[in-house]
């Protein structure tokens, strides 16, 4: 037998009951051996290790066992944050095929044009690591249900525009009402992170990506639905009637959403600085903008290039749709691959390899002028297919890179944390989507739609090698840590019980 001064247990004693019997808060304990000992042996050579105690599953752990076997409460959690991802992307999405040509009629150029489209993208990033900040006071579930409020009202403001029929107004009416949009939305998304994560602290990229698929149906149904609304009943009715949706919606979610328990008003708040200051904070950061970019990038300039080939908006919806339909199919996968154990840095890993789809389907769209070939319309398509695929795989593993990344920095498990690093890459992430279209129109205007699209398939590029440079870094030091953490003693959970009196003895007595 084993000397029994020192025995390795892997969990944590939480306490000791008067009769010497231990209360464990994580992993079964074994009795083992001592490291220059293989294995304990009864005297006929048989293994005689066997458990002291077993840990007894709590209804946290049972919660995150399998997020195939939701709770109730997850249910309605999934759904209600499923709605409001369909629903703000709808209505992001609706104006896409025909807005362009509304702003070209009253004399607004590309360059404007792109600027309406990014001026939604460049107020999230802003107000976003606000609502982050203020979220631990605010509450996540009431700052989810009014943003979604404010996006529904601001969204039937947005049909009014039909009005003006002069430039500066309509331009500058399209800027004030896109704002507001953008401030209930940045709202809900930020706490919906929040919420995921605290609901889902094992399996944040599997609940992200079934969210994610409502995401990409709201982007499917966008394009499709404003064009064919637009046909049928001109600029106003895709507003009307998708704005009116959006706050059904919100009241339905007000009775799905459970309220969350963990919100506290009393926490402090950290700094930005701060999480920034950590090298993959910020390279993920970094990452998620340009999954934004990619995004976004083609959003104001897409149907005026496919404008030679005389389509209707119904089938230019299509081709937008053609991008969210391979995102939605794709990202419920990807949230899975994420979330599986024992591979360190799976979430960057799906991340690198879908900046690299994005790059190769960016340098085909236009396509790039150096290859020497024609647009054609199966071209497009093919590129535009892979974009979606690639952006799935961008952007669904971002909550599990950010969870990972947040607790090998040390940052602390609470609310306050939640809500800043949600905040951030949100904010990040709006960053990218206000960059997108307005540096799309701009070189759209100066050198052409195939120049523009190649320019930003070579930031993908260059994105997706500083990523996977840092990913192979930072595995290299996990396995080498992992490595000297296995040949030390001190690090193999070795205690010694005398210092805890009487444990000592009624371990080596369970033993037997």
Known sequence: MTDPEKIPISGSIEKMAPNGNVKLTTQTVKLAT????????????????????????????????????????????????????????????????????????????????????????????????????????????????????????????????????????????????????????????????????????????????????????????????????????????????????????????????????????????????????????????????????????????????????????????????????????????????SDLKGVHGVAKIIMTGGLFGAALSYFLVGPCPIFGVESKLWLIGVSLALLGFSLAAILVPILRAVLETTRMAGLQDNMATYGMVSGLFYSMYSLGVFVGPTVSGTLTDLYGFGWATSINGLLMLVMSIILCSFTVHTRRKHRFAAEEESSDPTHMGWVNLKSVGSIQTKAVAAQH
């Not at 499923?82 to 807005?99: D, G, N, Q, R």
């Not at 009202?153 to 331009?171: K, M, N, P, Q, S």
């Not at 990229?205 to 990409?216: I, K, R, W």
């Not at 089938?315 to 991008?323: Q, T």
């Open 34 to 337: 001592q490291p220059d000992n293989p294995s304990f042996s009864s005297e006929d050579g048989t293994d005689d290790t066997k458990p002291i105690l077993k840990k007894s599953k709590s209804v946290e752990e049972e919660k995150n066992l399998k997020y195939s076997f939701m709770s109730r409460r997850q249910k309605f959690t999934v759904a209600s944050i499923s709605i409001m991802k369909f629903t703000s992307s709808l209505c992001y999405s609706v104006i896409a095929p025909f807005f362009p040509d509304k702003a070209s009629e009253v004399g607004a150029s590309e360059t404007e044009t792109g600027l309406v489209f990014g001026i939604y993208a460049l107020t999230l990033f802003l107000s976003a690591p606000i609502f982050g900040k203020f979220l631990p006071k605010l509450g996540s579930r009431r700052m989810f249900l009014g943003g979604m409020a404010v996006g529904g009202i601001a969204t039937i403001a947005f049909g009014i525009l039909d009005v003006f029929e002069t430039r500066g107004l309509f331009i500058g009416m399209s800027f004030f009402i896109r704002i507001i949009e953008a401030l209930g939305c940045s709202a809900c998304i930020t706490a919906s992170y929040v919420i995921i994560v605290n609901e889902f602290p094992d399996a944040v990229a599997t609940a992200s990506g079934t969210v994610e698929l409502f995401n990409g149906l709201g982007f499917i149904a966008g394009p499709v639905v404003g064009g064919a609304l637009y046909d049928a009943g001109g600029y106003m009715l895709p507003f009307i009637l998708l704005g009116a949706i959006m706050l059904l919606f919100a009241l339905l979610t007000y009775f799905l959403l459970p309220i969350q328990e963990k919100d506290d008003s009393k926490i402090e708040t950290g700094s930005l600085l701060e999480l920034l200051k950590v090298p993959a904070i910020l390279i993920t950061a970094m990452a998620t903008c340009m999954g934004a970019v990619a995004l976004s990038y083609m959003n104001p300039t897409l149907s005026i290039h496919l404008a030679p080939f005389n389509l209707s908006r119904t089938v230019v919806g299509l081709f937008f749709l053609l991008v969210a339909l391979c995102y939605a199919a794709s990202a419920p996968l990807w949230g899975w691959v």
